[in-house]
């Protein structure tokens, strides 16, 4: 006993689950982008920013797509009769899935990278800053001391 193919509502509901997760996303995006734009960041940090928006923005547009190519050729695409054309369809989409993965460890990796980098110029104006204390500790019981 065969088991009846499932229609289009799967491709549907995992299709529209694509879509809204990838509108909100690029709606996130935009609200960060304008909070970005209001604020007064040091121009590294900006860059960063800026750089890191733009990739989320890119992810959640190919989410985005690939939210309408799921049922669009689930439903459109005769299988049983374009095997090729249904084959080299569902390749690129596969191919977008595995660029948006690529696009999302590559912001992992850059942000991970860019906290790196900041905790260490943290650490260094944090011991500085103890070193300008323990100085100024040490200027203030020389001035005790010399007094009579």
């Known amino acids: 006993m065969q088991n009846p193919p499932a ?31 209001k604020s007064e960041h040091h121009h590294r940090e ?26 669009v050729g689930d439903a459109l695409i005769p299988w049983q009769k374009a095997v090729a054309t249904f084959a080299i369809y569902w ?5 977008l899935a595995l660029w948006t993965i690529l696009l999302a460890f590559a912001d992992i990796a850059a942000t991970r990278m860019h906290t790196s980098v900041e905790l260490t110029r943290l650490h260094n104006q944090e011991q500085n800053l103890e070193r300008a204390a323990q100085q100024l500790r040490e200027a203030q019981q020389n001035e005790r001391d010399s007094q009579p």
């Open 46 to 71: 900006y860059d960063f920013l800026l750089r890191r928006v733009r990739r989320r923005i890119q992810v959640a547009g190919l989410i985005l797509i690939i939210g309408i190519m799921i049922p």
């Open 91 to 95: 390749i690129i989409v596969i191919i």
């Open 7 to 37: 229609g289009p509502i799967p491709g549907l509901i995992f299709g529209g689950s694509l879509i809204v997760l990838g509108v909100f996303m690029v709606l996130t995006q935009w609200k960060v982008l304008k909070e970005l734009n």
